[in-house]
């Protein structure tokens, strides 16, 4: 009897310690004694019970601050546990080092080596040179505080600093401040450098100088310094006085007012041109059409109350995507189509860039549009599962992804198949018009004087306006008068 319990688990044994093929050799003890069998059921039942507890447990702790480092959990090893939270805080502290230097670099060669006309005088600099120099202004600006609480937020993590410990007299929301003081200024650290790629395409697809570029000039630095004012409209519902939110608020909804300007100036740019319709004017028609549609839904979120109800919603969500996803990504790829013949020498490969646009932008909306009726409907974010009612709009956002991510497979695939044709390319981006844009706008010139003309035409000639004035407005004749 014990030399048989001795042998039962000796194959169980060798069962668990050998490899696949040698454990297979021991079948009939499976078969010959049903408790091995049993046995066998339950060290493999424990341990997947075991490794789910300690995969979850490491997941919550990993994920508990979020994306945003919310305090006390990101600052409490009680919470977070030593591990992924600070290699999350040691990457972004060298991100900013290197962004710091890069910056530095670009800045100053910019300052010291630029022509002596040029320094003071961005007027005469093209659009894409002062997007750049202004973004790299602002990282300039918000990239030490972003690095300065991460600093922080390390010390009271592992020297038992209290800045955002409010049981030892730190302040919790400080590091909200801080953050979203660099959070905000980056979303128009994206997006700036795609305004100077459109006001570069818009004079190029349209034979004609952009509308103001002093206003257009003007409109993306009021943006840019009226983002350092407005990132307290993260924080409506972190417990700040109604007077802060209330000004926070108003300067959020002011912000409308520069972006008004370069739309108008967009729109007056493409109104009297002789336009080719291409692959460039497309994306750009998209990325207006994308950015006053991200816009107008932003507005709503700027105002405290509306930002309550939608807080946490798929309406935030929806937003925010379309401004990064859609208007940004839209923008960055009219730059990379604008400037492609500069790049790689070869003409860019039109059926799959027209492919990748529908596919893209179309992917776009269908994704987004969805989520603005989810946040309607009060479905928040950051959730894995939701009611079945919210199944069509759901799986129409999930198709719309997919839709998106088959875009830009098509936009590698035009790269691959521009230098596997190796066209040339026929213009570059230098302001030279094709010969029938050039027809067109001759066209549209002389129906444009012939219309101004017979305007004119209609207007009383010059003796029956210095008869008119003489008759009505001759002030002279009093002090002209001579008395005898």
């Known amino acids: 009897m014990f030399q048989k319990r001795e042998e039962k688990d000796g194959s169980v044994l060798s069962y668990f310690i050998s490899p696949v093929p040698k454990a297979l050799l021991f079948w009939h003890n499976l078969v010959s004694y049903p408790e091995s069998f049993w046995r066998a059921c339950s060290r493999s039942f424990t341990k997947r019970r075991r490794k789910v507890y300690f995969t979850k447990c490491s997941e919550r702790t990993n994920v508990t601050a979020g994306w945003t480092f919310i305090t006390p959990f990101s600052s409490n090893l009680k919470y977070t546990g030593f591990g992924s939270q600070d290699i999350l805080i040691i990457s972004v502290i060298f991100a900013g080092i290197s962004s710091t230097v890069g910056f530095t670099n670009l800045l100053i060669t910019r300052r010291t080596l630029a022509m002596p006309g040029l320094r003071n005088r961005r007027v005469l600099m093209p659009f894409i040179s002062i997007a750049l120099f202004l973004t790299m202004r602002m990282l300039a600006i918000v990239t030490p505080v972003l690095g300065a609480a991460m600093i922080m937020l390390f010390m009271d993590r592992h020297w038992q600093t209290t800045f955002f410990e409010f049981a030892y007299g730190g302040d919790t929301i400080l590091f909200q401040h801080l953050f979203w003081f660099f959070g905000h200024p980056e979303v128009y650290i994206l997006i700036i450098p795609t305004f100077g790629f459109i006001n570069m395409v818009i004079p190029f697809i349209n034979t004609r100088r952009v509308a103001s570029k002093h206003h257009l000039i003007w409109a993306i630095y009021v943006m840019a310094y009226m ?258």
């Open 227 to 484: 983002g350092y004012l407005v990132w307290g409209h993260h924080m409506y519902l972190l417990g700040l006085d109604h007077r802060s939110r209330s000004l926070y608020s108003t300067i959020t909804i002011m912000i409308s007012l520069p972006a008004t300007i370069k739309m108008v100036n967009w729109t007056l740019s493409l109104l009297n041109g002789a336009l080719k319709v291409d692959i460039l004017l497309l994306f750009t028609l998209a990325y207006i059409i994308v950015f006053v549609v991200g816009g107008f839904t932003g507005m709503w979120l700027s105002h405290v109350a509306l930002n309550i109800a939608m807080h946490d919603t798929y309406y935030v969500v929806a937003h925010f995507h379309l401004m990064l996803s859609g208007a940004t990504m839209i923008g960055l790829f009219t730059g990379v189509y604008y400037y492609f013949a500069a790049l790689f020498g070869v003409k860019y490969s039109r059926l799959f860039a027209y492919f990748h646009f529908v596919y893209y932008v179309g992917g776009q909306w269908l994704t987004f549009l969805p989520m603005f009726w989810l946040g309607f409907s009060g479905l928040p974010r950051r959730i894995h599962d939701y009611p079945v009612i919210f199944m069509g709009w759901q799986g129409m956002a999930t198709t719309g992804h997919l839709i998106t991510m088959m875009g830009i497979v098509f936009f590698f695939l035009m790269i691959l198949d521009s230098h596997i044709e190796r066209k040339v390319a026929i213009y570059t981006p230098l302001g030279n018009p094709r010969w029938h844009k050039r027809i067109q706008y001759y066209i549209f010139k002389i129906r444009y004087l012939q219309l101004t003309n017979k305007k004119i035409n209609k207007l009383p000639n010059m003796k029956v306006r210095q008869l008119i004035q003489s008759r009505y407005f001759n002030e002279y004749e009093i002090y002209n008068t001579k008395t005898s």
